[in-house]
């Protein structure tokens, strides 16, 4: 069955460094989305993005974040200056035909600011 | 403020037993309301979407409902099994890009 997948697993990073979190959404789908999940918190809407645009984002993403869609299959996103609350879990997910559809959300990668 | 609340924040039931979970929310615009299963360190798992005009989906052993009208749903949990241990969310889509509104989730502990 396809799935979302993300890399890496697990990204440590020094406060003030650029990150890139890489994620391969399933190969059909249109729409694409970032989430994060600060330890013990709730899932959070980023961003979603669509025909190479984004098309909505939340407050949290800011100047810092960008997404990318460079090639084909790959879909990233990019924190320029990390602070140390930016340490959460990133999820990608992606839906297909609609975005009020089933969105499938990757494993993760768990980002470490120190 | 959009919100979506859950209750219980956690439970503990035996195998074999029933359980239902509740999500009260505020969201609006609604677009359609979620069920996600959580497991711990890892990607939320789609169970149901409802629309406004659905008041009851399965998937399985999972049934939700919704009441639009109330802006209520509840997952009903049958037959528990050891595997069914996660975090359970309700997540509400608020519009047409997609955007979700999520629960802090209910931790649900199935012992043998």
């Known amino acids: 069955e396809p799935e979302v997948t993300q890399t890496p697993s697990h990204q440590v990073t020094q406060m003030g460094q650029e990150v890139i979190l890489r994620c391969v959404p399933i190969?059909?789908?249109?729409?694409f989305y970032w989430y994060r999940q600060i330890l013990g918190q709730k899932v959070e809407f980023l961003v979603s993005?669509?025909?190479?645009?984004?098309?909505?984002k939340s407050e949290i993403f800011d100047d810092q974040f960008s997404v990318e869609r460079p090639d084909g299959s790959n879909f990233t996103l990019k924190i320029r200056s990390t602070k140390l609350e930016d340490s959460a879990m990133y999820f990608c997910?992606?839906?297909?035909?609609?975005?009020?559809?089933?969105?499938?959300f990757g494993p993760g990668t768990r980002l470490t600011v120190t | 403020k959009n919100q979506v609340e859950q209750s219980p924040q956690s439970l503990i039931i035996l195998e074999g037993k029933n359980c239902t979970l509740q999500?009260?929310?505020?969201?609006?615009?609604?677009?359609?309301l979620r069920w996600y299963k959580q497991d711990t360190g890892r990607g939320p798992v789609s169970l149901t979407i409802?629309?406004?005009?659905?008041n009851t989906k399965s998937n399985g052993r999972y049934t939700a409902t919704l009441d639009a009208d109330t802006k209520q749903s509840s997952l009903h949990i049958t037959a528990s099994q050891l595997s069914d241990s996660a975090s359970y969310i309700c997540?509400?889509?608020?519009?047409?890009?997609?955007?979700?509104?999520f629960g802090a989730g209910t931790q649900v502990v199935v012992t043998p």
């Open positions: 997910a992606s839906s297909e035909e609609t975005p009020v559809g089933e969105q499938y």
């Open positions: 190969s059909n789908h249109l729409y």
């Open positions: 993005f669509y025909n190479n645009e984004i098309s909505e």
């Open positions: 999500c009260n929310y505020t969201v609006s615009p609604f677009s359609n």
């Open positions: 409802m629309t406004f005009s659905e």
């Open positions: 997540v509400v889509s608020e519009n047409s890009w997609g955007k979700l509104q």
